[in-house]
């Protein structure tokens, strides 16, 4: 992310002979280095799905994402923001290594990701429930017809656990998780699966892409996994809120983070960006259980 620079000996070594002299060291945290060098890094594990983000033919990135990025960098005292592309499964463990950062992609807050995955979250800034996707012309109208059909959906997200649920009903046959969010459309237009379980954004984004893309059935909001429930339970975030994952260690960040957020609700500046994309909806306004 930021270049790394090897000393040679000598200099290293009068390096380290300063710091001995010194006694004690102040050494600069994130958001010290994010302010120094003006550019706040983002790890993009979903590029090129709209409303998220996308890259235009001119070369410019837009999506409602990219708008609160470069609204968040500029409140916590850098002049940009700049996305760093890679794999949805890699952006936590890529977090943590300080290949990035932030992650401000599509991650929903769960407490299996900050205890189990040793990261943790902002507030939320958006929320998103599951509707099942299908083409115009499939014999799927209702939830009850998916029994016996195949799912598609993202490997490592909280889409791929409703769909392995409805599996685990009886309600559907199998689920094929993909690495990324657009495979499963690819598939759905190959009539690989018969039917894409993913969040109702990524439907407003695709659904412009795929003219006979519709959704069948009622929403089908996020659940959390048997052993986190009690977890998830006393949160105060409402289950399905994406957030911005930090490292543990950048409290400050993470708190210059959440007051740019606080701040993006006072001014009114989400609601508009959410506007912009066609995301806004009364479920929107309030994020957190109380």
């Given at each position: 992310m930021r270049?790394?620079?090897?000393?040679?000996?000598?200099v290293a070594m009068a390096v380290t002979a300063g710091y001995m002299a010194l006694g004690t060291v102040a050494f600069a945290d994130t958001l010290d280095d994010i302010r120094a060098s003006g550019?706040?890094?983002?790890?993009?594990?979903?590029?090129?799905?709209?409303p998220y983000a996308w890259q235009n033919s001119d070369g410019t990135t837009t999506g409602f994402e990219y708008d609160m990025l470069q609204y968040i960098a500029k409140k916590i005292g850098a002049q940009k923001g700049e996305y760093v592309i890679t794999e949805w499964t890699s952006m936590i463990p890529g977090l943590k290594s300080k290949r990035w950062d932030i992650i401000l992609s599509g991650m929903a807050v769960t407490q299996e990701r900050i205890q189990g995955g040793g990261i943790?979250?902002?507030?939320?800034?958006?929320?998103?429930?599951?509707?099942?996707?299908?083409?115009?012309?499939?014999?799927?109208?209702?939830?009850?017809?998916?029994?016996?059909?195949?799912?598609?959906?993202?490997?490592?997200?909280?889409?791929?656990?409703?769909?392995?649920w409805l599996v685990d009903q009886g309600m559907a046959q199998e689920v094929k998780d993909f690495n990324d969010f657009g495979q499963p459309f690819v598939a759905l237009k190959n009539k690989q699966i018969d039917s894409v379980i993913l969040d109702q954004i990524t439907y407003i984004g695709q659904k412009?892409?795929?003219?006979?893309?519709?959704?069948v059935g009622e929403p089908i909001f996020?659940?959390?996994?048997?052993?986190w429930a009690a977890a998830e339970g006393n949160a105060k975030y409402k289950l399905g809120g994406i957030g911005?994952?930090?490292?543990k260690e950048d409290t400050r960040l993470l708190e210059a983070i959440n007051a740019a957020l606080a701040e993006m609700d006072k001014d009114g500046t989400r609601k508009i960006i959410l506007e912009k994309y066609n995301i806004w909806a009364p479920e929107q306004a309030h994020l957190m259980k109380e």
């Open positions: 270049p790394f620079r090897t000393l040679g000996y000598g550019v706040l890094h983002s790890a993009n594990g979903l590029m090129g799905l709209k943790e979250y902002s507030n939320p800034y958006v929320i998103i429930y599951d509707t099942p996707m299908v083409l115009k012309d499939s014999p799927i109208k209702t939830m009850a017809d998916l029994k016996g059909k195949i799912l598609g959906s993202t490997l490592g997200t909280m889409d791929s656990i409703n769909a392995h412009d892409e795929l003219k006979d893309l519709v959704t996020y659940r959390s996994k048997p052993e911005i994952g930090v490292r």
